[in-house]
């Protein structure tokens, strides 16, 4: 439950649209290689589908490290 509630704080403001979220397109970024700018729904979906353990992995880090 609190990595669902860490979800929700991320994508504050951009919750109907999170490929606009500046923070999520830099994670991607950082991790994945793609550009920010490149980052469309149909990308962010398939990079979210592509490595959802690793990213319910970093909530839980991130989750933890608070």
Not at 16 to 33: F, K
Not at 58 to 65: D, E, K, N, P, T
């Amino acid at each position: 439950m609190d990595r669902l509630l860490l979800a929700w704080r991320l994508t504050k403001g951009y919750r109907l649209m999170p490929w606009r979220s500046p923070y999520l397109r830099w994670r991607i970024e950082t991790y994945s290689g793609l550009h920010a700018d490149a980052i469309t729904p149909r990308e962010f979906f398939r990079y979210c589908w592509n490595h959802r353990r690793e990213l319910w992995r970093y909530l839980g880090w991130a989750v933890r490290s608070r």
